[in-house]
């Protein structure tokens, strides 16, 4: 079986370390024969093995990339399409993704498309509040493109309950957990003096921090919140 993934790269990128992960363990399978990646033209993991392929073509800034990778697919002819999602990574963020809707629509019988940002309205509402000429604009354009993407995969995965809820038809959804390994066991938070928790990865608006920040109002005063991560300013080719 031949797989194609289309998803970034980048070792700055939560999402380009998560496919590098996926990648490893599709080529311990028997059943897959070659994986073709198709990723971004600055992505900088590399991964040498020989039954992958990697083709840096995407530049999300442009949508001229999207003849090369129609072409590329359809000379691979792959059994499988994995597009691992997210709004910020084939175009512009205020495009929602738009550039790579043409390559979903003519690839949706053999796509799968794992979600990794996926918004009720009311939490996108919350995340762009400073946007206020923009609002009613931008989160109805998010419905419809929510709405497309939800019916076009032959399969899609989420990983979290949030966003499994958010699908109106489930059969075709699956939710997938996040795996965590090699960690080192921690004792018991009510042992402990003082608990940090820990958001990491990019740090933009559409992630609620306000969300976490109040919720500490609801624990004990021995924790504490800690945000890692390298800051995005709201533009539209970033």
């Known amino acids: 079986m031949k797989v194609a993934v289309v998803s970034s790269f980048r070792k700055n990128c939560g999402i380009g370390i998560y496919t590098g992960l996926l990648i490893r363990n599709l080529l311990k399978s028997s059943q897959v024969k070659e994986i073709h990646l198709l990723t971004h033209m600055d992505s900088d993991i590399i991964l040498n093995h020989p039954k992958l392929r990697v083709y840096r073509i995407i530049n999300e800034e ?78 109805t354009y998010y419905g419809v493109t929510k709405k497309f993407l939800i019916s076009v995969p032959k399969i899609g995965r989420v990983f979290t309950i949030y966003e499994l809820k958010q699908i109106p038809k489930k059969n075709n959804f699956y939710l997938i957990r996040h795996p965590i390994e090699e960690s080192r066991p921690l004792p018991p938070p009510s042992s402990l003096k003082k608990v940090n928790l820990l958001v990491f990865g990019f740090i933009r608006w559409t992630k609620n921090y306000e969300l976490a920040i109040s919720s500490l109002a609801r624990l004990p005063k021995n924790y504490s919140l800690v945000i890692i991560g390298k800051p995005m300013s709201f533009n539209v080719v970033s």
């Open 62 to 139: 442009y949508p001229f990339y999207l003849k090369k990778l129609i072409e590329i697919t359809s000379r691979i002819r792959p059994s499988v399409i994995d597009v691992e999602w997210d709004h910020n990574l084939y175009s512009p963020l205020l495009l929602l993704g738009q550039y790579l809707y043409p390559y979903l629509l003519l690839n949706k019988e053999r796509t799968v498309v794992s979600f990794h940002s996926l918004y009720l309205l009311k939490d996108m509402e919350k995340a762009i509040n400073h946007l206020k000429p923009l609002n009613t604009f931008f989160t």
